[in-house]
DNA sequence: CCTGAGAGTGCACAGTCGTTCACCGAAGCA
DNA sequence: TGCTTCGGTGAACGACTGTGCACTCTCAGG
């Protein structure tokens, strides 16, 4: 046996995770049975408890696990605008960058936006915190571009909002289009398209005083 | 008694949809049980099957019900905008439409919010056809606004699926902020800021032959 | 080597679930 | 007035739910 007994429980814990991520993508967390997990996984229902007090708690575990991938895109959308020249640069990059991520990380960007709306409370709690942290980190990015040296710290924290549930909307949709191609090049077109204006609307702005 | 049997059956079958709409006010469709609705309603889990023929009908009957709702909102927003005179009228009087429907029918916009994203796949499909025809209805909307004669009806889509999305946000936060009037005050504050952020870069827009 | 911790088992429990069926009683039509 | 239609009833079913408890077996540490 080259298996630490952690590394065991370890292994049962990510087969608890994967099952529930399975079972959520045509379903919901609070649609989500205990018995339903320790089946998918091999367990017995009880067994569930030595990892898990509670499906609640699944979720929110989800949910950190999710944001990991998240944040891996924002990394990577980062990098992406260091290395892209201008805006259309930057905009292209950025958006070819989503659609890949939510095809390798399907099952956490599906259970982000089904139980953003419909999780427990606390789930939902959880991930809208999180998503005010991408929305403040954006802010920060933006204030770095040029062109937003007046800005006021309220109108970029508007702003990011505006590009994070835009961003948000088009992950949703290339979600449901998913295996259909053409369908997604298109909405990733539409997403550059709506970065675009955005971004002109952006450059004529100034703030109030 | 003055009450005829038709009335009888339509007055169950308004209570058994304003029960769904109570029980999934902190939950969602795929988790209401048609003995919780029957219960709330005070009928006998069978007389259920005399008015719907599964919670996923009832579903289906619910979004109709909330996208009445959405299309009187649509509707006196277009008034308001006749009304209005220039861009900044027509922004505040929209948001300021959209903040009231929202208070006013807060069940019907909170249910299509969360069964959007959770519900079950044939109410999911409904509502996002219904989403995008009120998209297609601003879209021509958009295109009797000054500056727009030389926009593909493409970009007039793209354009008017970015308010979509921004407005449905907006609506969203309002129902999670709801009883913090000054919150809600702030998130309409920025709503407006995003519309106008969003009407500057489209008049700056020219669509590309 | 012995012992204790702890992951996983098996059974049992009290509820809840959707759905079936036969039935009732009153409204509506002839 | 009598007959039919039909919304609502009540019991029953088999399946599924979360959770408690006593148990086994095996790896890790003294």
């Not at 979720?59 to 605008?81: I, N, P, T």
């Not at 905009?91 to 709306?117: T, Y």
């Amino acid at each position: 046996m080259t298996e630490t007994r952690v590394e065991r429980k370890e292994r049962t814990r990510r087969a608890i995770l994967d099952a529930a991520l399975h079972l959520c993508e045509d379903s919901s967390l609070v649609a989500l049975s205990l018995r339903q997990v320790a089946k998918e996984v091999g367990i017995v229902p009880t067994a569930f408890y030595r990892h898990f007090e509670s499906i609640e708690a699944l979720g929110l575990a989800l949910v950190d696990e999710s944001f990991v991938s998240l944040r891996a895109m924002l990394r990577d959308v980062r990098r992406g605008e260091g290395a892209a020249d201008g805006f259309a640069g930057i905009v292209d990059s950025s958006v070819s960058i989503l659609v890949e991520h939510v095809h390798q990380q399907r099952q956490h960007f599906r259970f982000i936006a089904r139980e953003r709306a419909a999780g427990p409370p606390s789930v939902r709690e959880a991930i809208r915190h999180e998503i005010e942290l991408c929305e403040r980190e954006l802010a920060t990015d933006l204030a770095r571009l040029p062109g937003t040296e007046q800005w006021s710290g309220e109108d970029l924290r508007v702003l990011s909002n505006l590009i994070v549930t835009a961003m948000v909307a088009t992950a949703e949709s290339i979600l449901t289009a998913s295996g259909r191609p053409d369908v997604e090049r298109q909405l990733a077109e539409n997403a550059r398209t709506q970065l675009r204006m955005v971004l002109i609307g952006a450059m004529q702005w100034r703030s109030r005083p």
